[in-house]
């Protein structure tokens, strides 16, 4: 069994940037892919970037690239999501979520998820 608890979330101007962490429990953390989504009110979750266990290999969705970065200190047993460049559309609850499946995109690979934290950015 993994547990995910998300940190790093809070209050950002348009254009300034935040760091998220993910810290895992778990021995078999290492051996994950993992992944980011969020939820803005309203709206369905959808899929931020992921990472394989090796490689890494990473994956990003298109709204993202460029300004969003994913990386994993499995030493640490923690993910992060470095933003940058953000904007008020990226206002909502993220999730950190981990699986043993590939790289993907979306959800039902997924079978640990954290509990989310808010991230709202002002214009």
């Known amino acids: 069994q993994v547990q995910l608890v998300e940190s790093g979330g809070g209050l950002v101007q348009a254009g300034g940037s935040l760091r998220l962490s993910c810290a895992a429990s778990?021995?078999?953390?290492?051996?994950?892919?993992m992944a980011w989504f969020r939820q803005a009110p309203g709206k369905e979750r959808e899929f931020v970037a992921a990472?394989?266990?090796?490689?890494?290999?990473?994956y990003y969705a298109d709204s993202v690239k460029g300004r969003f970065t994913i990386s994993r200190d499995n030493a640490k047993n923690t993910v992060y999501l470095q933003m940058s460049g953000l904007k008020p559309e990226d206002t909502a609850v993220y999730y950190c979520?981990?699986?043993?499946?590939?790289?993907?995109?979306?959800?039902?690979?997924?079978?640990?998820w954290g509990q989310g934290i808010q991230v709202t950015v002002s214009s």
């Open positions: 979520a981990g699986g043993e499946g590939p790289l993907s995109a979306q959800r039902e690979p997924y079978h640990y």
């Open positions: 778990g021995s078999a953390f290492s051996s994950y892919t």
């Open positions: 990472l394989t266990w090796s490689g890494p290999y990473t």
